[in-house]
């Protein structure tokens, strides 16, 4: 991915990529610090800042292959406020991927509104750069759904599992994490991953152009 893009276009992907992997961790921590765990403020993790919040082996896989993580948010569930501590862990792997989604959703209404209502080079601009956004973002969202640790999605998968189970998947995540980046690695995964991303975007195109269409016609 990466090598394809001129130096313009490498000016567009870097804050691109960096507003995809920040919003997603800091959505992570601001979950959690609504819920009651000030864990994450406490680290400075609810910073804007990247240095807080970048992994370098997966920022290079974001700038490269479109997908990748940042460094996980630290959560005590044990600080939630509600009773069910199953469900405060679903609401703060959700609100990840869930951020990415509105990113996309919203980059691409004003893509859309800037196609329709404006012109010139800035204007082209803007909305490469807006689908560069959009496209990152459906993919780190959709990647982090998968349910394998130590992803978003496996976050998800945890709390339905029996406590044995659950214990067995948390014992041997860093060994699962190994498999599964390998597998990424080989290609074997490309096809289903790119299958579902590839729905996700449709389906926020879609939402995207009837909301803007929506907008333009309110403002007429």
């Known amino acids: 991915m990466l090598f394809r893009y001129s130096l313009k ?3 567009m992907l870097l804050p691109a990529v960096l507003m995809a992997l920040v919003l997603h961790e800091m959505a992570h921590g601001w ?3 609504l819920l009651g765990d000030r864990t994450a403020k406490e680290q400075g993790r609810l910073s804007p800042d990247p240095l807080k919040h970048l992994d370098p082996l997966g920022t290079v896989c974001m700038l490269l292959g479109g997908v990748g993580w940042a460094r996980p948010v630290p959560i005590d569930p044990s600080r939630f406020r509600i009773r069910s ?4 862990m679903v609401i703060t ?3 990840g991927p869930l951020c990415n989604f509105l990113q996309a959703f919203l980059a691409a209404v004003i893509a859309y509104l800037l196609r329709w ?3 010139g080079a800035f204007c082209e601009t803007a909305v490469s750069f807006l689908a560069m956004l959009m496209a990152l973002n459906v993919g780190l969202g959709t990647f982090n759904l998968i349910p394998v640790p130590p992803l978003d999605g496996s976050r998800l998968l945890l709390p339905l599992l029996p406590d044995r189970a659950a214990g067995f998947v948390l014992k041997y995540e860093r060994i699962c994490g190994v498999v599964f ?3 990424i690695a080989s290609g074997v995964l490309s096809g289903p991953i790119d299958t579902v991303r590839d729905a996700v975007m449709d389906g926020i195109l ?3 152009w009837r909301t803007a269409l ?5 403002m007429a």
């Open 117 to 119: 209502k404006g012109s």
């Open 214 to 218: 929506f907008l333009t016609e309110g």
């Open 9 to 11: 276009e490498f000016c």
């Open 85 to 88: 501590k199953k469900l405060g």
């Open 93 to 95: 792997a959700i609100a």
């Open 31 to 33: 979950a959690a610090y």
């Open 181 to 183: 980046l390998a597998l």
């Open 206 to 208: 879609r939402a995207g």
